[in-house]
């Protein structure tokens, strides 16, 4: 099969024309032409992944290999020692990234793995009313993401509304309209200027809130996986941090 073929099915699905002007999403590595014989879906690329990635293969994932301009290719750091290999095997790349957070992604996350309903969205951001309190949201949130250690910000007793954006969505702080803001990659400063806005934050992290992106792109797929007798291999790239209580591994 052509990946050109792959390439407007999943343009159809989430058009990536809708990404931001900063993303780099769309194809990465190989050609419209490449015949592709497997498909992987994972949110990232390591290096452990790719070595079990068979030739002539896609891999589809969330977080782009490449962001910006490559001046120098000396396969040392994390980007182009990865994409000698991708080119050595013959694998091709897509990424599909903030255009998936907008269309499909965070109103995901928010109703089949939180279970919230979303009353309305606004680009990346998914708006749903909990009407619980503060504790109870931030242990109910915990246990549905599996986090066993939870940074939160407490500005209100109850919540009412919260917002949602899966990844890292702290730049967009001036746009929620909300009791309580779910989003990762909350930093010391974030949470100072929320707590003087009287916004509460539970921070869900990055790759714990995108990591269904899997799931998600494979049940997107499944009617043309199925109908050209093709098979979506899910892939878990490792979250590159761990999480300590007391020197004690906990994640």
């Known amino acids: 099969m052509k990946l050109q073929e792959i390439y407007d099915i999943l343009n159809e699905i989430s058009p990536f024309e809708l990404q931001e002007k900063w993303d780099n999403a769309g194809l990465l590595v190989g050609s419209f032409e490449d015949e592709i014989n ?79 309903k979303v009353e309305n969205s606004k680009e990346f951001i998914s708006y749903c ?23 939160a910000v407490r500005c209100n007793d109850f919540i009412k509304k919260i917002a949602i954006i899966t990844g890292s969505g702290m730049s967009l702080i001036d746009e929620i309209k909300a009791d309580c803001f779910l989003t990762g990659d909350i930093k010391y400063h974030d949470a100072m200027e929320a707590k003087a806005r009287g916004l509460s934050l539970i921070d869900i992290r990055h790759y714990e809130s995108e990591r269904y992106f899997n799931t998600l792109l494979e049940g997107l797929l499944s009617e043309y996986l199925k109908k050209n007798k093709l098979k979506a291999i899910i892939t878990a790239s490792k979250n590159p941090f761990e999480f300590f209580i007391e020197g004690e591994t906990v994640e």
């Open 38 to 116: 497997n498909i992987y879906i994972s949110i990232d690329l390591d290096e452990e992944l790719l070595s079990k990635v068979e030739k002539n293969s896609l891999i589809i994932t969330h977080h782009p290999l490449i962001f910006s301009g490559l001046k120098r290719v000396n396969f040392d750091t994390y980007s182009t020692k990865l994409l000698k290999e991708l080119i050595k095997k013959d694998i091709s790349l897509i990424s599909m990234h903030t255009n998936i957070d907008k269309t499909h992604l965070n109103k995901y996350v928010a109703e089949e793995i939180l279970g919230f």
């Open 129 to 151: 009313d909990v009407n619980m309190s503060f504790d109870e949201l931030v242990k109910y949130v915990s246990s549905k993401l599996n986090l066993k250690t939870t940074n």
